[in-house]
């Protein structure tokens, strides 16, 4: 895959996907955006990908929407982005999709965060499932700092389910920035590591990710993702006997068994 403003990297069943504009902090232009949604296209067909690491190339993971593109050539009765209504909706719902085919996807998505993540790079982060950040990392809701409202791409769900309602309120009303070390407080993100020793971090993480079932692994994401909104413990349970059921009807419980009784790691087949 040739892409312009992305870099794909292929490490058996490890994905390496870098935001590769790095002269523009990774700000997410048009040809970035129609970049990602091509990748997670393929990436819903690919039974070899099984975790995504998420990166920015430089110095930061993303600075959100490239505003020098999106900024001008408005004329009387169109908006600040030069367009109709309704084309200004059809591109906003092109960019705020990323965050609904991450959540999407069978795979599960590590963010490895490294200085500005900012806008839309914050609501990126935020649509992964496990964030890490180096300690240069900094997160911010920029979005009402720029004449929006606070709340885009998915960030007034993603936020308070990852924060709380308290902490989500005052970054979103007021853009401001929170460091590595108040993520971490807050849990917003799992792990603070030195910048140079991040995907190193992230690598670890990815692995112990894919010595697990293949199934298992992306019912597992699916699961969470549908409970944590349940309407309750029974409806919850149930999808997870669901899931339950179909790994061991795939055969995965009785080589985790074999390799429980004969100490060893087990060895899962790739899916069909």
Known sequence: MAYEALEVKQDGAIAWLTLNRPRALNALNS?????????????????????????????????????KEHSGGARPGDDALGTSTIATLEIQRRISGLVIAIRRLPQPFIAAVR?????????LALACDV????????FNAAF????????????SYTLPR??????????LLTGRFIGAERALATRMISEVVADDELDAAAEKLAREMVETSPLGLSLTKECIAANIDAAS?????????????LCVRSGYLAEGARAFAEKRKPHFAARA
Not at 35 to 44: P, S, V
Not at 144 to 155: F, K, N, P
């Open 115 to 123: 200085g500005p993540a900012s806008g839309g790079g914050f609501a």
């Open 31 to 67: 040809t970035m955006v129609d970049e990602l949604h091509d990748y997670f296209e393929r990436l819903a067909a690919d039974r070899t990908t099984r975790v995504v690491i998420v990166r920015g190339a430089g110095r930061g993971f993303c600075s959100g929407l490239d505003l």
């Open 233 to 245: 413990i029974e409806s919850a349970i149930a999808m997870e006997d669901r899931n339950q059921t």
């Open 144 to 155: 009402i700092r720029i004449g929006l409202t606070g709340c885009d791409m998915g960030i």
């Open 131 to 138: 964030r890490l950040a180096g300690a240069s990392a900094r």
């Open 162 to 171: 990852a924060v709380g309602a308290s902490i989500a309120y005052e970054l």
